[in-house]
């Protein structure tokens, strides 16, 4: 298919992973998810993405999110592999990860880099929210490891811009100042917002709403 766009529907589909076989739209339910996927098991750079991924459990939980991975090795390789993540990380790899064999996934989402020299996907991220749609995507090369403080920041970011007529500033962390969108009068704005800081007439700032 085409590269997916955002606001996309994500691709459904089934596949056997560490867990067991799952269907991807019945494995989200109605909570958010992150599907990303590495080139290849039992190699530094993903071994350190996965852990770190592990590591961030109760972060991905408090956001009622999933997290999903997805290599073309085999199942038994990725179990194998395990340890070896657990071992460098200190973390339970206790998430799913799709054995991709037929690149069934990789091509559904576009996660294969054309010209690369082999066929195993790059390092793509999708977000995608409670009613399935694409509402991120980030592509890095196969040779630099992501940054999942980032993507929970995005998360987070997506999830306050769900919650009201907001949008966030550059280098927004959770529980900063949001932006009150152009659509809202300062008036109005005033009115069901606490702090409301007018910079600019389409730049107001407010204080974030409460969890």
């Not at 007529?165 to 949001?178: L, Y």
């Not at 109005?188 to 800081?197: I, L």
């Amino acid at each position: 298919m085409a590269t997916l766009r955002l606001g996309d529907d994500a691709p459904d589909f089934t596949a056997e992973t560490t867990e067991g076989e799952l269907t991807f739209h019945d494995w989200k339910g109605d909570g958010w998810a992150v599907l990303f996927s590495h080139p290849a098991d039992f190699t530094p750079v993903c071994t350190t993405e996965l852990g770190r991924v592990a590591q961030l459990k109760d972060e991905w939980a408090a956001r009622n999110t999933k997290v999903l991975a997805v290599s073309v090795d085999a199942l038994e390789d990725h179990n194998a592999w395990k340890a070896d993540i657990e071992e460098v990380s200190g973390a339970s790899v206790d998430y799913p990860i799709v054995a991709d064999k037929d690149r069934q996934v990789a091509e559904l989402y576009d996660m294969i880099h054309p010209g690369a020299g082999d066929t195993s996907p790059v390092r793509s991220v999708f977000l995608i929210d409670p009613a399935g749609k694409v509402r991120l995507s980030l592509t890095y090369p196969k040779s630099a490891g992501r940054n999942f403080d980032e993507i929970l920041r995005a998360l987070d970011a997506l999830q306050v811009n769900d919650s009201g007529p907001f949008s966030t500033p550059a280098d927004w962390k959770a529980g900063e100042r949001i932006i009150v969108a152009p659509t809202v009068s300062t008036e109005d704005a005033q009115t069901r917002f606490k702090g409301v800081e007018v910079v600019k007439p389409y730049l107001r700032y407010a204080e974030a709403p409460s969890s």
